[in-house]
């Protein structure tokens, strides 16, 4: 039996507090936003709900439950299934999009991240993508590498809107 399962609306609170994890341990400052946690987590909680009990939807979340704190999750990974229009290589134009991996710094190297991500990278593959883009810190790039991704070479831009 996998220790990993899909996240449920119940879990909306832990979800985001691991994101936190993740954006302080990238930025350090929060994120950059500017209103701190409480701000976006309050904001964000009633529309992450209804996505975690979506179960057909394009986008989806698993975990795994914090062994020594009920009611805690230990390790999270996010993503969605985006459309673009078809090209070679990729012609129905499904993109996995992994963008939230974290695990609780108490639960770290219990192999928690990586177990996730296989059941993430399964969800992508039934849905039909083509192909999965995420972005590494240094530090995640090896679990990455192990699992078959490789360094990208996008230019990619962005517009604060």
């Known amino acids: 039996m996998s220790l990993v399962r899909r996240a449920r609306p119940e879990d909306a609170g832990e979800v985001l507090r691991l994101r936190q994890i993740m954006i302080d341990s990238l930025w350090g400052d929060g994120g950059g936003g500017g209103d701190g946690a ?6 964000s909680l009633p529309e992450l709900r209804e996505r975690l009990a979506d179960d ?10 914090h062994p020594g704190r009920p009611g805690a999750l230990a390790a999270l990974v996010a993503g969605t299934v ?5 090209k070679p290589g990729n012609p129905r134009g499904r993109v996995g999009y992994v963008f939230s991996v974290a695990t609780d710094p108490g639960a770290r190297r219990q192999g928690y991240a990586r177990a996730c991500m ?11 993508a ?31 809107l």
């Open 38 to 43: 409480a701000g976006w987590q309050s904001e």
């Open 56 to 65: 057909d939807g394009d986008f989806a979340a698993f975990v795994v439950d």
């Open 82 to 86: 985006e459309y673009r229009i078809g």
């Open 118 to 128: 296989e059941e993430l990278l399964a969800w992508f593959r039934a849905r039909g």
């Open 130 to 160: 083509g192909h999965v883009l995420l972005n590494a810190s240094p530090e995640a790039e090896p679990l990455y590498t192990a699992l078959g991704f490789t360094r990208d070479s996008d230019p990619s831009m962005r517009l604060p």
